[in-house]
């Protein structure tokens, strides 16, 4: 049953995160032989530090929070929580996944599997000697050499460092070392408001065991979506007891005894001193192409923090990238479909272009935001004329039973006969599945009316989409006119801006 590893493999993937792993799986599937090595933590950022290690911490913080709510008929006496039981669980939900992966890399690997291709994991760091060969440095510092025809580079990004700030990640963390608080601060400084720090100060709050302090240089949360969510996730945020300072740069972090002291300077050009037990700095991602060797092939990478591919995630000859590394977001969903297009494209498997259109994201807030497709601001910025309306959460009816109002969905669509979906952008429960339903007709290029031949389900959360539509071609069962604030329909031209349609 068990088979010899190849002398020479089909695909060697440098980083077994989520854009390695989909890639190898890919390459497995077409009967490859994988060559995979990775030197820290099976499944990467996105599994231990990152997505679903975070999101695993904001479901319990958010189930804290709904317990703590006094609007339901009933009440919580006593109800406590234990920062080590809290990271307990979220460290085994993460390792539950990377058992996972390890299970089904071990089940192909050539002494456990006689079919077709192979799974082969090498545990270090490599290095291009040459297009078609990495040295592999084990942790024991022993080192081999691994020979292939193709090469997929996912290593991964870092947080990014402010240069005066050390980082000792017990006091003054990152993302990557976040997990090593032993109990919950009184007092956390979050410098950064975009989304991951905007998800830790949602997670911190919801606790209710910290004071959290959310700094930004930039003069809104969230500053390249729309005003009105920007707006929605400042509101809520300051509901949690989020305090928000804007339009600050850290100038440096002191530690003391006991505490740590953050001095902030304003563009006005006064400066303020903040007190806090612990700080944690969320400014970003970068790649750090350091110790790859791609110099030896030509690739040079001094003065970027990126790596350049082609439309087909293609570097130079033979070597491809995907996931963070390159230059679209760092999303685990963008990396794991770069893998898989990468090694589809190198195989000569490729059906269709890769296309980054209507990408669904989801910022994990309380409650969630999602967004698919162009804002308004896009639209304005693009010159394109578009028509958007937005039904508040207030009135739909599952959200009412389930006394979750805050919320709503806000759908942009093009100003002509044949209203096509743009995009939407929705807060409130649920909102990580319902974003789906819009992604879907927009890759099919479909019209509002188009939409509205369904028949949506009584009582969902899916029934604000099919109102909010129904209010784009006037046909909604209500009216924007009574209900002002919850209900809106405008339209924007470049030559003559928003109007708004109240009827």
């Given at each position: 049953?068990?088979?010899?590893?190849?002398?020479?493999?089909?695909?060697?993937?440098?980083?077994?995160?989520?854009?390695?792993?989909?890639?190898?799986?890919?390459?497995?599937?077409?009967?490859?032989?994988?060559?995979?090595?990775?030197?820290?933590?099976?499944?990467?950022?996105?599994?231990?530090?990152?997505?679903?290690?975070?999101?695993?911490?904001?479901?319990?913080?958010?189930?804290?929070?709904?317990?703590?709510?006094?609007?339901?008929?009933?009440?919580?006496?006593?109800?406590?929580?234990?920062?080590?039981?809290?990271?307990?669980?979220?460290?085994?939900?993460?390792?539950?996944?990377?058992?996972?992966?390890?299970?089904?890399?071990?089940?192909?690997?050539?002494?456990?599997?006689?079919?077709?291709?192979?799974?082969?994991?090498?545990?270090?760091?490599?290095?291009?000697?040459?297009?078609?060969?990495?040295?592999?440095?084990?942790?024991?510092?022993?080192?081999?050499?691994?020979?292939?025809?193709?090469?997929?580079?996912?290593?991964?990004?870092?947080?990014?460092?402010?240069?005066?700030?050390?980082?000792?990640?017990?006091?003054?963390?990152?993302?990557?070392?976040?997990?090593?608080?032993?109990?919950?601060?009184?007092?956390?400084?979050?410098?950064?408001?975009?989304?991951?720090?905007?998800?830790?100060?949602?997670?911190?709050?919801?606790?209710?065991?910290?004071?959290?302090?959310?700094?930004?240089?930039?003069?809104?949360?969230?500053?390249?979506?729309?005003?009105?969510v920007s707006d929605f996730v400042k509101k809520n945020l300051a509901r949690s007891g989020v305090k928000i300072i804007h339009s600050a740069k850290l100038r440096n972090i002191l530690p003391q005894a006991g505490y740590l002291q953050a001095t902030l300077d304003f563009r006005e050009g006064h400066s303020e001193i903040i007190e806090a037990d612990a700080?944690?700095?969320?400014?970003?991602?970068?790649?750090?192409?350091?110790?790859?060797?791609?110099?030896?092939?030509?690739?040079?990478?001094?003065?970027?923090?990126?790596?350049?591919?082609?439309?087909?995630?293609?570097?130079?000859?033979?070597?491809?990238?995907?996931?963070?590394?390159?230059?679209n977001p760092a999303l685990v969903n963008i990396a794991e479909m770069e893998g898989r297009y990468a090694v589809k494209h190198m195989f000569g498997r490729t059906r269709w272009p890769l296309s980054y259109r209507n990408m669904s994201t989801v910022m994990f807030f309380y409650?969630?935001?999602?967004?698919?497709?162009?804002?308004?601001?896009?639209?304005?910025?693009?010159?394109?004329?578009?028509?958007?309306?937005?039904?508040?959460?207030?009135?739909?009816?599952?959200?009412?039973?389930?006394?979750?109002?805050?919320?709503?969905?806000?759908?942009?669509?093009?100003?002509?006969?044949?209203?096509?979906?743009?995009?939407?952008?929705?807060?409130?429960?649920?909102?990580?599945?319902?974003?789906?339903?819009?992604?879907?007709?927009?890759?099919?290029?479909?019209?509002?009316?188009?939409?509205?031949?369904?028949?949506?389900?009584?009582?969902?959360?899916?029934?604000?989409?099919?109102?909010?539509?129904?209010?784009?071609?006037?046909?909604?069962?209500?009216?924007?006119?009574?209900?002002?604030?919850?209900?809106?329909?405008?339209?924007?031209?470049?030559?003559?801006?928003?109007?708004?349609?109240?009827?």
């Amino acid at each position: 049953m068990a088979q010899d590893p190849p002398d020479i493999f089909d695909l060697c993937v440098l980083g077994c995160g989520p854009a390695g792993f989909a890639g190898a799986m890919r390459a497995l599937d077409f009967g490859k032989h994988v060559c995979i090595i990775e030197a820290a933590e099976i499944g990467g950022t996105g599994i231990m530090w990152g997505a679903l290690a975070s999101k695993t911490m904001w479901e319990i913080a958010k189930d804290y929070a709904i317990a703590n709510k006094q609007d339901r008929g009933y009440r919580v006496h006593g109800i406590s929580v234990d920062y080590c039981e809290v990271r307990r669980t979220v460290l085994q939900a993460a390792k539950e996944k990377q058992y996972q992966m390890l299970s089904q890399i071990e089940s192909y690997s050539p002494n456990r599997w006689d079919g077709p291709g192979s799974l082969t994991l090498k545990t270090g760091w490599g290095k291009f000697l040459s297009k078609n060969e990495v040295e592999i440095t084990c942790p024991d510092e022993t080192r081999e050499r691994v020979k292939s025809r193709y090469f997929l580079v996912s290593t991964g990004s870092r947080p990014r460092k402010i240069d005066n700030i050390l980082l000792d990640q017990e006091r003054i963390f990152d993302s990557d070392g976040i997990l090593n608080l032993q109990c919950f601060p009184e007092r956390l400084v979050i410098i950064g408001a975009g989304v991951i720090g905007c998800e830790y100060a949602t997670i911190f709050s919801n606790f209710g065991q910290t004071k959290v302090y959310l700094v930004d240089h930039a003069k809104r949360v969230i500053p390249y979506e729309d005003e009105d969510v920007s707006d929605f996730v400042k509101k809520n945020l300051a509901r949690s007891g989020v305090k928000i300072i804007h339009s600050a740069k850290l100038r440096n972090i002191l530690p003391q005894a006991g505490y740590l002291q953050a001095t902030l300077d304003f563009r006005e050009g006064h400066s303020e001193i903040i007190e806090a037990d612990a700080a944690f700095i969320s400014i970003g991602r970068r790649f750090d192409p350091s110790g790859l060797g791609l110099e030896n092939l030509g690739i040079d990478t001094t003065g970027t923090n990126i790596l350049k591919t082609d439309e087909n995630c293609c570097i130079k000859d033979n070597i491809y990238a995907a996931g963070d590394i390159t230059h679209n977001p760092a999303l685990v969903n963008i990396a794991e479909m770069e893998g898989r297009y990468a090694v589809k494209h190198m195989f000569g498997r490729t059906r269709w272009p890769l296309s980054y259109r209507n990408m669904s994201t989801v910022m994990f807030f309380y409650p969630a935001v999602a967004a698919v497709g162009l804002s308004e601001k896009m639209c304005r910025q693009k010159k394109i004329p578009f028509k958007v309306a937005y039904y508040s959460n207030a009135m739909c009816n599952r959200a009412i039973a389930m006394r979750a109002t805050q919320g709503f969905v806000k759908i942009v669509v093009t100003d002509d006969e044949q209203q096509r979906i743009l995009g939407m952008r929705a807060a409130g429960p649920q909102v990580s599945s319902t974003i789906m339903s819009i992604a879907h007709f927009m890759d099919q290029g479909q019209g509002v009316l188009d939409v509205l031949k369904s028949i949506y389900p009584h009582p969902t959360i899916v029934e604000g989409i099919e109102e909010c539509l129904r209010m784009l071609v006037k046909k909604s069962i209500f009216k924007p006119y009574p209900f002002p604030d919850l209900l809106k329909v405008k339209s924007w031209h470049p030559e003559t801006g928003y109007v708004d349609e109240k009827k």
